[in-house]
Nanobody, 123 residues
Framework: VQLQASGGGLVQAGGSLRLSCAASERTFSNYIMGWFRQAPGKEREFVTA???????YYADSVKGRFAISRDNAKYTVYLQMNSLKPEDTAVYYC??????????????????WGQGTLVTVSS
């Protein structure tokens, strides 16, 4: 499956952005979709994931501020980011794991990756 992420940009602290990730695969519903991020000099970290059925999981650092959703008919997953902080600055990657329910937070469990989109939050 090919993934195409978009929607990154520059925003002031406290602002919002919405990222999108379009998948090429018609069996999109067979995949858990996730978002990861990588800040300069840091390892890639889990942000959030969503199952086919809509169960969602979040890293503690983004709970209450970020929301993941998916439109299975459009093969697209979204990440709504609110109350952004400078520490949210990173390249954000969407990823797909061929499973329907077992969500994991390890990057190595996700076989397919988008190209990344840069989110910069200024203070």
């Amino acid at each position: 499956v090919q993934l195409q992420a978009s929607g990154g940009g520059l925003v002031q602290a406290g602002g919002s952005l919405r990222l999108s990730c379009a998948a090429s695969e018609r069996t999109f519903s067979n995949y858990i979709m996730g978002w990861f991020r990588q800040a300069p000099g840091k390892e890639r970290e889990f942000v959030t994931a969503i199952t086919w059925g809509g169960d969602t999981y979040y890293a503690d650092s983004v709970k209450g501020r970020f929301a993941i959703s998916r439109d299975n008919a459009k093969y697209t997953v979204y990440l709504q980011m609110n109350s952004l902080k400078p520490e949210d600055t990173a390249v954000y990657y969407c990823a797909a794991k061929r499973a329907r329910r077992l969500v994991t937070s390890r990057p190595e469990d996700y076989a397919y990756w988008g190209q990344g989109t840069l989110v910069t939050v200024s203070s």
